[in-house]
T-cell receptor, first 111, second 116 residues
Framework: GENVEQHPSTLSVQEGDSAVIKCTYS??????FPWYKQELGKGPQLIID?????GEKKDQRIAVTLNKTAKHFSLHITETQPEDSAVYFC??????????FGEGTQLTVNP | NAGVTQTPKFRVLKTGQSMTLLCAQD?????MYWYRQDPGMGLRLIHY???????AKGEVPDGYNVSRLKKQNFLLGLESAAPSQTSVYFC???????????????FGPGTRLTVT
């Protein structure tokens, strides 16, 4: 089955700096890569996703890049704000299969 | 729309006790999922359902049972709780399993379960 590894497990940045979280996946058949944000005491919520036919996708301050050859994808958050502090999960999925999640990254944005 | 709701929010069990976690969604989603979240291990799928009356095993199904008698409800049961089942449990739902345009999973707020 699919295996997703996520790094780093914790990330601390100063407000206004950029944050990058990286994930690798094992199965080249995976074609869908979402990112979920989990705020304290809440369930995860989708913030951005990318499909295998696209190399990059942006939504305001967040962007995701995908390198199919290397089988890795990354979340980029620019101009970080304290409200970006949360746990971020990457995931990968093949057609007709379930989502496989990474281990999560605790992002802390220091004012 | 309440989205996905879970009851209870917290529960403490003694080893060997049983309990049922209830998940409800009001989005008319076909697919529902139960995950457990443990530190450093991300979200692991326990069981899932592709429609009313159907269930299937996920990655870590041992020690759990599920039922989907109504489309909007998905129940997770622990017949004989063990300390290894101490975790945060999340229910999720989605409209589709294969159509990526409708695959977003919507999560409930979670149930924190402690087994002593």
């Amino acid at each position: 089955g699919e295996n997703v590894e996520q790094h780093p497990s914790t990330l601390s940045v100063q407000e206004g700096d950029s944050a990058v979280i990286k994930c690798t996946y094992s199965d080249s058949a995976s074609n869908y890569f979402p990112w979920y944000k989990q705020e304290l005491g809440k369930g995860p919520q989708l913030i951005i996703d990318i499909r295998s036919n696209v190399g990059e996708k942006k939504d305001q301050r967040i962007a995701v890049t995908l390198n199919k050859t290397a089988k890795h994808f990354s979340l980029h958050i620019t101009e970080t704000q304290p409200e970006d502090s949360a746990v971020y999960f990457c995931a990968a999925k093949m057609v007709g299969s379930r989502l496989t999640f990474g281990e999560g990254t605790q992002l802390t944005v220091n004012p | 729309n309440a989205g996905v709701t879970q009851t209870p929010k917290f529960r403490v069990l003694k080893t060997g006790q049983s309990m049922t976690l209830l998940c409800a969604q009001d989005m008319n989603h076909e697919y529902m999922y139960w995950y457990r979240q443990d530190p450093g291990m991300g979200l692991r799928l326990i069981h899932y359902s592709v429609g009313e009356g159907t269930t299937a095993k996920g990655e870590v199904p041992d020690g759990y049972n599920v039922s989907r008698l109504k489309k909007q409800n998905f129940l997770l049961g622990l017949e004989s709780a063990a300390p290894s089942q101490t975790s945060v449990y999340f229910c999720a739902s989605s409209y589709s399993l294969s159509d990526l345009s409708y695959y977003e999973q919507y999560f409930g707020p979670g149930t924190r379960l402690t087994v002593t």
